[in-house]
């Protein structure tokens, strides 16, 4: 039944968002901010993020292809389709549900359980235009620029570790990432950055809004949001790849 209620509580707070969102003028100056938060402030670890990534990715890949089967080639294009469409979105994803999921749904659950909500509600303020709409709008609009930087870091990142490590020229390593690459295989992985987008933050934004029982609620509503964020990440992820690929 506890499920039940929950999962209730969260499409209302989902309701009431999307009827919200023609108000532009209420979280105008909300949204900005969390443009930088969300986004801006979050490409420093993207970027470290996908560099590893794409390194860690290439000495693998030359590890398991060592054999003169297969070009030297073939290791630029499994790090580069790998890349662009699974990792950049989910590894990036995963990283900022800890990130930005914590940090949302421990401002909400502070507000929260401090009263500042309902404060907001007293004085005639929509409390979820203005605090809600505004964060779930910045990660729909903003995961898809963080999945961009991802990806290129991750194709430099592999790039640079196989040039460095001897694996293979860097002009073989990017005539094998163009060889397979296909736009379409970027549409895919912006599509779920924006599908991630709007689960890391309409999770963490239910879970803030809704927190209850002092310091220690708020704890859990943020171990709740980050731990559901990364679960409905990899499920969503799973089903984008059943019905798209």
Request: glycine residues 10%.
């Amino acid at each position: 039944m506890e499920a039940i209620r929950q999962l209730g509580q969260y499409a209302t707070l989902l309701y009431h968002a999307l009827r919200s969102i023609l108000e532009f003028s209420t979280y105008r100056k909300n949204l900005f901010q969390e443009f930088v938060k969300i986004g801006y402030e979050s490409i420093p670890i993207i970027m470290l993020t996908g560099v590893f990534t794409g390194a860690v990715l290439t000495l693998q890949t030359a590890y398991q292809l060592d054999t003169d089967i297969y070009p030297a080639s073939i290791v630029g294009s499994i790090v580069g389709q790998s890349i662009i469409i699974e990792l950049a979105a989910v590894i990036g994803a995963l990283v900022l549900a800890g990130k930005v999921g914590a940090r949302i749904s421990t401002e909400l659950g502070t507000m929260r359980v401090s009263e500042q909500i309902d404060a907001l509600e007293s004085m005639g303020f929509n409390s979820v235009t203005f605090l809600v709409v505004p964060r779930v709008l910045s990660g729909i609009l903003m995961f898809p620029v963080l999945y961009v930087v991802a990806a290129v870091m991750g194709i430099s990142g592999g790039l640079l570790a196989g040039t460095l490590d001897g694996i293979l020229p860097a002009a073989e390593f990017m005539q094998g990432a163009r060889e397979f690459f296909f736009p379409e295989d970027v549409v895919f992985g912006v599509v779920k950055s924006f599908v991630f987008g709007f689960v890391i933050t309409s999770i963490s934004s239910f879970k803030g809004y809704y927190a209850s029982g002092g310091a220690e609620g708020v704890g859990n509503a943020t171990t709740q949001a980050t731990v559901l964020s990364c679960i409905y990440v990899l499920l969503s992820d799973f089903m984008l790849a059943a019905l798209l690929l």
